[in-house]
């Protein structure tokens, strides 16, 4: 079993994505950590002709978790990504989406501090809270995110009081929280994480968020110290903000290496 492994969820749509994404990690992964992708299994033939068989391993979702229900492609993936622990690969693992890509080296050091604990991606997300009031005259702490971390808060008896966020993409997870979280909590309340995560949303009117499942979850059972990490990449969520940081001057991978491991575009810009 691994210590850490690089994972990404993917699908035929972003195929030369992850092609990217797979040049970066050949780059830059100093310590030669684990690569893995997962696609449905109608795609395997097209990954392997795009990707080639080398230097990752091909996964097909089916063989991670059977989905009960029909289900949109935004949501189906949060269940996969958060049951790689069934497939008993690694202790850890970060999760990457297919549009993000390395930008300098990275070491394990990066996403594993001591005795083996993933740093926690917690944080309060200012910079997503300035660009949401500069473009769209939105209030962050009062939007869908707000109402949809009250109603986990809730479910998970939280009492904590600050507006975090546990990403943004690629997060750090540890298996042993997504174990403990079926075994003592989905189990015990005949529920699959699938059904969970269905059910929230048309009981209380939010959508799943995985991160939050874990992050929440993880502060209110403290399993494992939690060992605060900002965001790993910077994330350009819209157009406007890559417009922003073009005119600013901002807009410099040499300069954005210093903070950040790498960048993500949301596919969307």
């Not at 080639?52 to 391993?57: D, F």
């Not at 622990?85 to 070491?107: P, R």
């Not at 990066?110 to 991606?121: A, E, G, L, S, V």
Request: with cysteine.
């Amino acid at each position: 079993m691994h210590n850490v492994i690089l994972y990404c969820k993917s699908y035929s749509g972003d195929v030369q994505r992850v092609k990217k994404l797979k040049s970066s990690i050949e780059k830059y992964n100093r310590d030669n950590i684990p690569f893995y992708v997962s696609c449905p299994k109608q795609d395997k033939q097209l990954f392997e002709d795009t990707l080639g068989k080398e230097n990752y391993t091909l996964l097909l979702d089916e063989d991670i978790i059977t989905l009960e229900y029909p289900i949109d492609g935004w949501r189906s993936q949060q269940i996969i990504k958060s049951n790689i622990h069934k497939l008993k690969i690694t202790e850890n693992y970060v999760c990457l989406d297919s549009d993000a890509y390395f930008i300098t080296d990275f070491y394990e050091s990066d996403f594993i501090t001591k005795d083996n604990i993933p740093y926690t991606i917690i944080h309060e997300n200012k910079e997503v809270s300035q660009y949401k009031k500069l473009f769209f005259n939105s209030n962050f702490s009062k939007g869908a995110y707000k109402e949809t971390l009250d109603v986990y808060r809730k479910i998970f008896n939280s009492k904590y009081k600050k507006l975090y966020d546990y990403g943004p993409n690629p997060y750090i997870w540890s298996c042993k929280v997504w174990e403990h979280f079926e075994e003592n909590y989905l189990i015990p309340n005949n529920l699959t994480f699938e059904v969970f995560s269905r059910t929230i949303e048309q009981q209380f009117n939010i959508q799943m968020r995985e991160a939050i499942t874990y992050g929440e979850y993880l502060l209110n059972t403290q399993l494992f110290e939690v060992i605060p990490t900002g965001p790993l990449f910077k994330v350009y969520h819209w157009k406007e903000m890559v417009d922003f940081e073009q005119k600013a001057g901002l807009f410099d991978e040499e300069k954005l290496k210093e903070s950040y491991l790498g960048i993500i575009y949301q596919s969307k810009i």
